[in-house]
């Protein structure tokens, strides 16, 4: 089944004359993990919102096209009704956290859905678990450090156990280790539950690995949708879009440009290691 | 440069014995002992809840040590008030919006060298550069709670530059922005440096770090797990690891083609390594 399916899907929120988004076809599969990359502005928190109804049930805006989520036409169904099937991770996690403890954070969506009691409190511990704030249930939210805000506003949206999970830049405070780990978590959640999993993120550094697509949008556009593999080498397009390169995808591309027919491209670090130990050891010849 | 022996030299920030814990009993640092060197440019990192911005918050006297002390500039944080410190360390805040309390850009950037007493002059220039090298500008007459994330962090860094600080400290500066403004703001940081200033940079950006930092201090719960100068710091896959951090892919492929012999230097940017292989071929041809 279809997780979402967007048909020439325009966006212009009111009072702006600026298409945050600007014709988006894009169908996106149950069990599929998709990277949304872009810069500041790019429409990624907009494509988000689409998906959750905000846009344009709690945030007016003039939607275009149609938005399709598991089935139900967005338009025609509740933002509370959504929620149900719909996890969001906001930009901002601090916007989003309201309750006095870490475990009544947790424990807020499922409690609205009527879960019982003894599932909710399994359901949080495994959530805090599962993003290391195991421990912290009692601690006030705004006490927290930016890094363990981040992991609590992801703890909320993973305890509703939702069929598709959208994460607005996710890695935002967390540490280099978090940012795997949540990368690791993510592939599991897929596999154990088949979720849908949606990143917005304006760098790929670390993702090259888990997503098994890339969405590049540029000034409310898709430039470009495909694999990792190909997207993520798609430098030119990268740098005019302005998200950086993967440095592995970055090297390859500038390595084929110095010594032309001499390299083939590579997209992982064991792939690079073994073409540049060639490189050096065939020296000769190069023009200077 | 040595780490340790620059930060023997003139201490604009010294930390000895520093403990802190936050009502409610949370021990955030033990025991922290460290200088900074005038113009010295410093990474702090480490795991989430590691201390790094408790540890920030000392360098300016919002926090005052549990027991220790912290001298800036010379002077015992716990006996000099906020106001007179922040004249020596300015303070970015990890969130923005804990910064910001203006009705305009402008007034904001306004607001610090002001409250300072400079003269007329000397305060509208400094407003104005300031704006100028963190591009807002064409914000000035807008509200700065209305902008966006990258835009209410460039305004807070702005208003802190405007003090004209001896130490800057930012806490995460780059969050919110996107590459093309982590890179300007790196070469702000860069230019800033060359005219003296000291630069402490808090971070979750590893590549930030090895492309633009000498030194590196790394916190792990509350404490100082290593203080090294930045090659160094990236070599130790396993003391990286149990500070929640990783090497980035660059610096990481640079050490195994030098362990296999391929390369005889890091590289800490894919132009660095390509540089770095032209030279190989151009030696062994
Ligand atoms: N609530 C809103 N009202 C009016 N315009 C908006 C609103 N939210 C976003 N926009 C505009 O829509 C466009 C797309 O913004 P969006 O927030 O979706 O981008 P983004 O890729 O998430 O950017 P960022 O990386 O800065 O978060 C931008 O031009 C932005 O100014
Ligand atoms: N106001 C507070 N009251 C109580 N505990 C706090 C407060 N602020 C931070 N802490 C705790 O102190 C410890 C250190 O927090 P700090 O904010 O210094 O971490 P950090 O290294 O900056 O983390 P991050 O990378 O997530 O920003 C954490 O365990 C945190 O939960
Ligand atoms: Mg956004
Ligand atoms: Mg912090």
Redesign the pocket.
């Known amino acids: 089944m279809r997780a979402f399916e967007l048909t020439k899907t325009r966006v212009r929120y009111r009072g702006s004359d600026i298409l945050a988004l600007c014709d988006v076809s894009v169908g996106v599969d149950e069990g599929e993990i998709v990277l949304l990359l872009g810069s500041n502005n790019a429409g990624k928190s907009t494509f988000c919102r689409l998906l959750n109804g905000l846009v344009p049930h709690s945030i007016p805006a003039q939607v275009d096209g149609a938005v399709e989520v598991l089935g139900r036409d967005v338009s025609k169904t509740s933002v509370a009704r959504l929620a149900t099937l719909v996890g969001m991770v906001f930009q901002e996690p601090e916007s989003q956290l309201f309750c006095m403890s870490v475990e009544e954070e947790v424990a807020f969506g499922p409690e609205n859905i009527a879960i019982p009691r003894a599932e909710i409190i399994s359901r949080v511990e495994w959530a805090l678990g599962v993003v290391g704030l195991s421990g912290?249930n009692a601690?006030?939210p705004?006490?927290?450090?930016?890094?363990?805000?981040?992991r609590l506003a992801i703890a909320a949206a993973l305890s509703m156990r939702p069929r598709l999970l959208v994460l607005d830049e996710p890695a935002y405070?967390?540490?280099p280790a978090g940012r795997t780990d949540l990368y690791a978590l993510l592939r599991t959640l897929r596999e154990r539950y088949g979720m849908t999993i949606i990143i917005a993120e304006r760098d790929a550094e670390e993702l090259t690995e888990l997503c098994d697509r890339v969405i590049l949008l540029r000034s409310g556009r898709v430039v470009a949708d495909g694999a990792p593999s190909e997207v993520l080498s798609r430098i030119d397009e990268m740098v005019v879009a302005g998200v950086s390169p993967p440095q592995i995808a970055h090297l390859s591309a500038l390595l084929a440009d110095r010594f032309p027919g001499k390299t083939r491209p590579f997209f992982t670090m064991g792939g690079a290691e073994k073409e540049i130990a060639d490189l050096v050891r065939t020296s000769g010849g190069d023009a200077p | 440069m040595n780490a340790v022996v620059t930060a023997q030299r003139l201490p604009v920030i010294s930390l000895q014995d520093v403990s802190f814990s936050?009502?409610?009993g949370?021990?955030?640092?033990k025991r922290v002992s460290l200088r900074v060197a005038k113009g010295e440019k410093v990474a702090v990192v480490?795991?989430?809840?590691?201390?790094?911005?408790?540890?920030?918050?000392h360098l300016n006297g919002l926090l005052k040590p549990s027991s220790g002390k912290v001298l800036i500039g010379g002077q015992d944080s716990s006996r000099t008030s906020v106001a007179t410190l922040a004249r020596t360390v300015g303070y970015v805040f990890?969130n923005p919006d804990y910064q910001l309390f203006c009705t305009s850009v402008e007034e904001e950037v306004r607001f610090g060298p002001h409250s300072m007493g400079l003269g007329r002059d000397d305060e509208s220039a400094l407003v104005e550069r300031s704006m100028k090298l963190m591009g807002i500008g064409h914000l000035r007459e807008q509200s700065p709670i209305s902008l966006s994330l990258g835009d209410r962090r460039k305004v807070a860094i702005a208003s802190v530059l405007a003090t004209s600080p001896e130490v800057f400290v930012l806490?995460?500066p780059t969050t919110g922005l996107d590459t093309v403004e982590s890179a300007q703001l790196m070469a702000t940081l860069d230019v800033l440096r060359s005219e003296g200033m000291t630069v402490v940079l808090?971070t979750?950006e590893m590549r930030l770090v090895a492309q633009h930092m000498d030194r590196v201090i790394a916190?792990s719960e509350?404490s100082v797990a290593f203080d090294t100068e930045v090659e160094e710091a990236f070599s130790d896959s396993d003391r990286l690891r149990r500070c929640k951090l990783l090497a980035p892919p660059i610096t990481v492929l640079a050490q195994r083609l030098r362990a296999q012999g391929a390369l005889s230097k890091g590289a800490a940017t894919p132009l660095q390594l390509v540089e770095q292989v032209v030279r190989v071929r151009g030696e062994r041809r």
């Not at chain 1, 705004?142 to 981040?150: F, I, P």
Request: glycine share 20%.
């Open positions: 912290y601690r006030p705004s006490n927290l450090s930016g890094g363990e805000k981040q405070a967390l540490d | 936050y009502e409610g949370i021990e955030a640092l480490g795991g989430n809840g590691s201390g790094k911005t408790t540890l920030a918050k990890q806490d995460e808090i979750h916190m509350g």
